[in-house]
């Protein structure tokens, strides 16, 4: 089992910036992706960026050039370093970590308002 602890999140106001972290702990060895999604009120959750064993980035459509998702093997830690953020980014967001099971965890809120 993995367990994912996440931080970070806050009310921020357009064009300001948040680092999300993401911390695995358990049976992380056999990860082999983690990702971050997102879900705001009456939408489905969505992927915002993932990021693979071998350290391949993916990212959404909506996020790109402002959102960059890294990790810190050392921590066993995944960060989401958003920037020029957009009140529709405003959503509660996820970390997500996959073995033959996709793990996720509590969720941490991302308010982005004037």
């Known amino acids: 089992q993995v367990q994912l602890v996440e931080s970070g999140g806050g009310l921020v106001q357009p064009g300001e910036s948040l680092r999300l972290s993401c911390v695995a702990s358990g049976s992380i060895s056999r990860i082999v992706a983690m990702g971050w999604y997102r879900q705001a009120p009456g939408k489905q959750r969505e992927l915002v960026a993932g990021?693979?064993?071998?350290?391949?980035?993916i990212y959404a459509d909506s996020v790109k050039g402002r959102f960059t998702i890294s990790r810190d093997s050392a921590k066993n830690t995944v960060y989401l370093q958003m920037n020029s953020l957009k009140p529709e980014d405003t959503a509660v967001y996820y970390c997500?970590?996959?073995?033959?099971?996709?793990?996720w965890g509590q969720g941490t809120q991302v308010t982005v308002s004037s």
């Open positions: 997500s970590a996959d073995q033959s099971y996709r793990y």
């Open positions: 990021i693979v064993s071998g350290g391949k980035t």
